[in-house]
């Protein structure tokens, strides 16, 4: 058992999926039969969905602790999380629709009955017109919401009772700390369901290769590369074109000076855990003040994921490939917007991207099947997205900073120190 927990969780599901598809492979059809296992490990991850959000978010905006902070850093962190957020969800939706990843899988054979895709459909129905939407975004009853897992009206709440608890002051902390303290369990119980990680990958990649065969292993390898491509584009162009622009910072030095918090992102696949990482390089080996990195990092951790905006975009064209399902520009538009918001919505954990999915593949009717298919390969796309996800934070802080002149450049570790 010892030996078991030592072995680090990446790793045993890099094992579990290299086996899986072995024995599916040579289990054939058959292989099918233990799919159950891996439904039970995402029907956890469902679990997972409403009460991550609520307290992580709560959490998230309610350590601004001031309002008054809002000001000149808050406001300019703030449109850069979101301008950046839409530039890497249209960069997913780029990259999927000019390669078609999806394309090789035929969903349509895959052991699922037609429901599947009568239910997207009538999904996507139920969500469809614009005023719908707009009045399916204010949480008219929260318990309904969170019973419903309806995630946008859901975040929208959870961004309310945080702002609530800012404007409540010291009589707010007694719920602040519910918050903080119920954010950390929460995130300890995701620990554990992410234990059954390496049980529910053999099984869902049996089942993939075992029915589906090789295109379909084809196809998932392809979404790994271009998921990895995405980041890579996000990280050399956006990122390294604020910090040259509007930051003024060489990037090499950039890089140089965040290189830690990268290396540690990618091993645990968590904002969160690579947090106190990422604020020591910002302001460290950034030069970036105190007041601006830890507002804007912190926050950044749990709102500010662009490796996961851009995911959730390519995700939803493989779906929608994969099953058919036709998208016209009214939904790239949709998934846009919810992929942004679903990366808001995701906490800075493993595995937070794939939860997110159901937010939005539900709105524009790709099949909630798609989940089962990719969570096999998650996990090595989640510690790239996640590298994205930090990289993204210290570049917003370093650009606020430089802007708000709370940058020292006398801290920055330049290529000569080294
Ligand atoms: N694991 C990522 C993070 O912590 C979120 C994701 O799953 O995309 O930033």
Do not use: H
């Amino acid at each position: 058992m010892n030996v078991w927990f030592r072995i680090p969780l990446w790793q045993r599901v890099i094992a579990a999926l290299v086996l899986g598809i072995i024995v599916g492979y040579l289990w054939g059809p058959g292989a099918a039969s233990i799919k159950i296992i891996g439904d039970i490990f995402i029907a956890f991850i469902k679990m997972l969905v409403v009460p991550l959000i609520f307290f992580s978010l709560v959490a998230g905006v309610a350590s601004i602790g001031d309002l008054r902070k809002l000001g000149s850093v808050g406001w300019r962190a703030m449109l850069l999380f979101v301008v950046t957020g839409q530039m890497a969800v249209w960069m997913g939706l780029g990259i999927g629709t000019l390669t078609q990843p999806g394309a090789g899988i035929d969903g349509a054979s895959m052991a699922l009955d037609q429901t599947a895709l009568e239910r997207a459909q009538e999904r996507r129905e139920t969500a469809q017109s614009f005023e719908q939407m707009l009045l399916e975004v204010v949480p008219s009853s929260p318990v309904q919401v969170m019973a419903d897992v309806n995630v946008l009206p859901l975040i929208v709440f959870s961004l309310l009772i945080g702002i609530g608890i800012l404007m409540a002051k010291e009589e707010g902390e007694p719920v602040l700390r519910i918050f903080d303290s119920g954010s950390v369990v929460m995130q300890k119980v995701t620990m554990v369901v992410m234990e059954l990680t390496p049980f529910g990958v053999f099984a869902l990649m049996a089942w993939v290769a075992g029915t589906l065969g090789m295109d379909a292993l084809k196809a998932l390898g392809q979404l790994v590369f271009l998921n990895y491509l995405g980041c890579f584009l996000i990280i050399g162009l956006i990122y390294a074109g604020m910090i040259k622009l509007f930051a003024r910072v060489p990037v090499i030095d950039f890089f140089r000076g965040i290189v830690d918090a990268m290396a540690v992102s990618y091993s645990t696949a968590s904002s969160n855990a690579t947090l106190p990482v990422t604020l020591r390089c910002a302001e460290r080996n950034l030069g970036v003040s105190n007041s601006v990195a830890s507002f804007v990092i912190a926050l950044g951790a749990t709102i500010n994921m662009n490796g996961t905006a851009m995911y959730l975009g390519l995700a939803t064209l493989f779906g929608a490939q994969a099953f058919g399902v036709d998208l016209n520009w009214g939904d790239y538009f949709t998934i846009s917007i919810l992929g942004t918001l679903g990366a808001i919505g995701a906490a800075g954990i493993p595995g937070s991207g794939l939860i997110m999915m159901v937010l939005v593949f539900g709105a524009v009717g790709v099949p909630l099947e798609t989940i089962a298919l990719v969570a096999g390969i998650d996990r090595i796309m989640d510690m790239m997205r996640t590298t994205t996800n930090i990289t993204g934070d210290a570049a917003v802080a370093v650009t606020v900073a430089s802007l708000t002149g709370e940058l020292d450049r006398a801290e920055l570790i330049s290529a000569d120190d080294v």
